[in-house]
């Protein structure tokens, strides 16, 4: 099956700096999304992007489907920022999300 | 915020017994689908549904069952519940091949 991997796993940021977080897919999909998990355990859909930019305030994302990888940005890091970010694929027809282990952000005020 | 409920939130029960996990969408969409979350796996999918009486096997099927007799309610059995299916549970929806939406989670302990 597709493989997604998610780097880094683990990233502390001081209050007001910026991130980049890296998904990688092993093979072309028809669908991806970025989720935060917050502290709380709630998956909160970020971004639905199979391919392109897409920002949304602070965040932003970008898909290079041909080369298989997709980036979040996270600009002026806030502590409630912090959770752990998951990347999801589908392959085309697959109709079946599979995630990445996740990146675990912490921001420290 | 999509209109899905997990029920119950929090459960334990004991070793052998069996247990349902109930999931509730007020979207009418087509597709839902049950996820176990696990501390160094990220989530894994263990059933889906595309319609009515129309479910698949996900990744992690062994020990669940599922049941979808209508369109907003997606039940998980654990027909007898061991250790290993201690977990965080989530229910997620989408209309096609579009973005899923999750529930909030059921954290189920097997003891």
């Known amino acids: 099956g597709i493989q997604v991997e998610q780097s880094p796993p683990d990233l502390i940021l001081q209050e007001g700096a910026n991130s980049t977080l890296r998904c990688n897919f092993s093979?072309?999909?028809?669908?991806l999304q970025w989720f935060h998990q917050n502290p709380w355990g709630q998956l909160i859909n970020l971004f639905y992007i199979p391919s392109g930019t897409k920002q949304n305030g602070r965040l932003s994302a970008t898909t290079v489907a041909t080369e298989r990888y997709s980036l979040l940005y996270i600009s002026s890091s806030q502590t409630t920022d912090s959770g752990v970010y998951f990347c999801a694929v589908e392959r085309g027809g697959s109709e079946k999300l599979v995630f990445g282990k996740g990146t675990k952000l912490t921001v420290n005020p | 915020d999509a209109g899905i409920t997990q029920s119950p939130r929090h459960k334990v029960t004991e070793t052998g017994t069996p247990v349902t996990l109930r999931c509730h969408q007020t979207?009418?969409?087509?597709?839902m689908y049950w996820y176990r979350q696990d501390p160094g796996h990220g989530l894994r999918l263990i059933h889906y549904?595309?319609?009515?009486?129309?479910?698949d096997k996900g990744e992690v099927s062994d020990g669940y069952s599922v049941s979808r007799s209508k369109t907003e309610d997606f039940l998980l059995t654990l027909e007898s519940a061991t250790s290993s299916q201690t977990s965080v549970y989530f229910c997620?929806?989408?209309?096609?091949?579009?973005?899923?939406?999750f529930g909030p989670g059921t954290r189920l302990t097997v003891t």
């Open positions: 979207e009418n969409h087509r597709y």
């Open positions: 549904s595309y319609g009515v009486k129309d479910t």
């Open positions: 997620a929806i989408s209309e096609s091949v579009s973005e899923q939406y």
């Open positions: 093979d072309s999909v028809n669908n």
